[in-house]
């Protein structure tokens, strides 16, 4: 079956330590998002990327870093730099870009990241 | 700025009831209009959209949502609820020439029996 794949699904870090995060898609989609949940907040965008070897900062991407090498992966690692990475992190992919009309976004089923 | 509203937080309903979960959005544009559904500790699953056309809406698990431009809603309904449908629904806006979905802050609905 197709679709998103988030792993781990729990992860644990200690205060100072970067940590990866994987998202990896079997849809052939060419869009890749990042979302960070907070409880009461809704979703946030961190990064998105449109195309391999591309990619665009959301609305808070400070102390997160990704990288597109392959169209099926997007990982996104949390550096030390993050001040409150305990959150619900949520890849998503779509056909197209969302700016472009009839796309909806596929989600994976998240990594709840707590620093300890 | 663009942002999207979900009035309530928290909604109980009595299992068969029916159930109206409100949206209201600010944008410039015609937006794109989604609901999605999102179990504990889950991603989250399209139960229906809005681009064009008709203004009601069918989606999955018999939702629905009306979209009325000069209230800027898409509110979601179901007739009746089921006590599966206990769940955390957020409403989502996109717009042409954006590469974001704008999310609200989600409504947790509860289902007694």
């Known amino acids: 079956d197709g679709g998103i794949t988030q792993s781990p699904k729990y992860l644990f870090r200690k205060e100072g330590q970067n940590v990866t995060l994987s998202c990896e898609q079997n849809?052939?989609?060419?869009?890749m998002y990042w979302y960070r949940q907070d409880p009461g907040q809704g979703l946030r965008l961190i990064y998105y990327s449109q195309i391999v070897n591309d990619f665009q900062k959301g609305d808070i991407a400070e102390g997160y870093s990704v990288s597109r090498e392959k169209k099926e992966s997007f990982p996104l690692t949390v550096t030390s730099a993050q001040k409150n990475p305990t959150a619900f992190y949520l890849c998503?992919?779509?056909?197209?870009?969302?700016?472009?009309?009839?796309?909806?976004?596929?989600f994976g089923q998240g990594t709840r990241l707590t620093v300890v | 700025a663009q942002s999207v509203t979900q009035p309530d937080i928290h909604i109980t309903v009595s299992e068969g009831a029916s159930l109206e979960l409100r949206c209201n959005y600010s944008y410039g544009a015609t937006p794109y209009l989604f609901w999605y559904v999102q179990s504990p500790g889950q991603g989250l699953q399209l139960l229906l959209k809005?681009?064009?056309?008709?203004?009601l809406v069918q989606g999955i698990k018999g939702f629905e949502a009306e979209f009325k431009r000069s209230q800027s809603s898409f509110n979601l309904r179901k007739p009746s609820v089921h006590w599966s449908d206990a769940a955390e629904y957020f409403c989502a806006v996109g717009e042409a020439g954006y590469n974001k979905l704008i999310f609200g802050a989600g409504t947790r609905l509860a289902v007694h029996p």
């Open positions: 998503a992919s779509t056909t197209k870009p969302l700016s472009s009309l009839g796309t909806e976004a596929f």
């Open positions: 809005y681009f064009s056309g008709d203004t």
């Open positions: 849809l052939n989609h060419d869009a």
